[in-house]
């Protein structure tokens, strides 16, 4: 091969893709949160517009950049859900040889490389990348996720926890179809530098298991969102519910944990101070240095007084709360 010919022969490590033009920048909010979306493809900033669109800048800027390259190869069928895996600060996701990211929990730092085959579904790159990468990044660094609803009344956030089920979402459309302030159905951020416990919550959206629309009947209109993890649901913007009021934070006064029962009286029962820092110090699902920070973060929990509501009736449920609400 001549001096010239090896000149202009591809470099071994352009196969590695370590040096993508990502001439595509623009800033998210998610959960209040500044994070830098760059990427070479516009269809990945318009998902950034659809996940994170609704929030504008509240809690502060972070290091936080979300790099994302796509090539132009791909096969006619959508990749499968991604496999994660986890060591200490290390995180992965991998759908297949193209479609893979890798995620560095302690210095912030994240690559996706994905391919044309990733946007056979409008949903799979907003579901299975962009916001798990996002979400795990700032629950890195900023916030402590944990299952469960919020709601207040009078300024007084209750979170409402429980297995899978057990009505989270359901009681907390009721209590905000009934005038409570409505913050989060399923899944809530724990703000980790705040003073006192507080959470952030989707109050954009809520989500609902399609069996709910036999209970409430004005669901019947929406469509269920296909879901490649977990089960399918119904996604709603809160704009089109009788939902008069919103709030994406919430300062938590007491928390109930909820057992749906069959021809059971709604009655609220005390548990024991810590009860929901230990539950939901087992249910976290990091791993390695960033569990050890979310432990101790769930202890600003510890003494916030927390029930079981035992119910059988949506409305019964809400009064109960309602009960509670006046006491705490």
């Given at each position: 091969m001549t001096h010239a010919a090896a000149g202009i022969a591809e470099k071994p490590q352009k196969a590695l893709l370590y040096d993508m033009d990502l001439p595509l920048r623009r800033t998210f909010y998610p959960l209040g949160y500044a994070v830098d979306i760059v990427t070479n493809d516009p269809r990945v900033l318009r998902a950034g517009q659809e996940s994170f669109g609704h929030r504008r800048l509240r809690r502060g800027m972070t290091p936080i950049e979300v790099r994302i390259g796509v090539t132009p190869d791909g096969s006619s069928k959508c990749p499968p859900e991604p496999a994660r895996r986890e060591?200490?600060?290390?995180?992965?996701?991998?759908?297949?040889?193209?479609?893979?990211?890798?995620?560095?929990?302690?210095?912030l730092t994240s690559f996706a490389w994905l391919n044309e085959a990733a946007f056979r579904r409008p949903l799979y790159v907003r579901y299975n990348f962009l916001e798990k990468i996002v979400y795990l990044l700032l629950g890195a660094s900023v916030v402590t996720d944990i299952h469960a609803a919020c709601v207040s009344k009078r300024g007084k956030g209750i979170l409402l926890c429980g297995d899978s089920g057990a009505g989270k979402s359901t009681l907390a459309y009721g209590c905000a179809r009934a005038g409570w302030t409505y913050t989060s159905d399923d899944t809530s951020y724990l703000i980790n530098d705040a003073e006192t416990p507080q959470v952030i919550g989707h109050a954009h959206r809520m989500r609902f298991r399609p069996e709910t629309r036999s209970l409430l009947p004005e669901l019947s209109r929406f469509e269920v969102t296909p879901r490649m993890e977990g089960k399918p649901s119904i996604e709603v913007s809160v704009t089109t519910l009788p939902v008069q009021r919103t709030s994406a934070e919430a300062a938590i006064t007491a928390i109930v944990y909820l057992q749906r029962r069959p021809d059971t009286r709604a009655h609220l029962s005390p548990l024991p101070l810590r009860t929901a820092t230990e539950r939901m110090q087992n249910e976290l699902f990091s791993a390695g240095e960033i569990r050890a920070k979310h432990m101790q973060i769930l202890e600003t929990l510890a003494n916030v007084p927390t029930y079981e509501l035992q119910y059988t009736d949506l409305n019964d449920g809400i009064e109960a709360l309602e009960t509670l609400a006046l006491d705490i």
């Amino acid at each position: 091969m001549t001096h010239a010919a090896a000149g202009i022969a591809e470099k071994p490590q352009k196969a590695l893709l370590y040096d993508m033009d990502l001439p595509l920048r623009r800033t998210f909010y998610p959960l209040g949160y500044a994070v830098d979306i760059v990427t070479n493809d516009p269809r990945v900033l318009r998902a950034g517009q659809e996940s994170f669109g609704h929030r504008r800048l509240r809690r502060g800027m972070t290091p936080i950049e979300v790099r994302i390259g796509v090539t132009p190869d791909g096969s006619s069928k959508c990749p499968p859900e991604p496999a994660r895996r986890e060591y200490n600060h290390l995180y992965s996701l991998v759908a297949d040889h193209a479609n893979q990211a890798m995620i560095d929990l302690k210095t912030l730092t994240s690559f996706a490389w994905l391919n044309e085959a990733a946007f056979r579904r409008p949903l799979y790159v907003r579901y299975n990348f962009l916001e798990k990468i996002v979400y795990l990044l700032l629950g890195a660094s900023v916030v402590t996720d944990i299952h469960a609803a919020c709601v207040s009344k009078r300024g007084k956030g209750i979170l409402l926890c429980g297995d899978s089920g057990a009505g989270k979402s359901t009681l907390a459309y009721g209590c905000a179809r009934a005038g409570w302030t409505y913050t989060s159905d399923d899944t809530s951020y724990l703000i980790n530098d705040a003073e006192t416990p507080q959470v952030i919550g989707h109050a954009h959206r809520m989500r609902f298991r399609p069996e709910t629309r036999s209970l409430l009947p004005e669901l019947s209109r929406f469509e269920v969102t296909p879901r490649m993890e977990g089960k399918p649901s119904i996604e709603v913007s809160v704009t089109t519910l009788p939902v008069q009021r919103t709030s994406a934070e919430a300062a938590i006064t007491a928390i109930v944990y909820l057992q749906r029962r069959p021809d059971t009286r709604a009655h609220l029962s005390p548990l024991p101070l810590r009860t929901a820092t230990e539950r939901m110090q087992n249910e976290l699902f990091s791993a390695g240095e960033i569990r050890a920070k979310h432990m101790q973060i769930l202890e600003t929990l510890a003494n916030v007084p927390t029930y079981e509501l035992q119910y059988t009736d949506l409305n019964d449920g809400i009064e109960a709360l309602e009960t509670l609400a006046l006491d705490i």
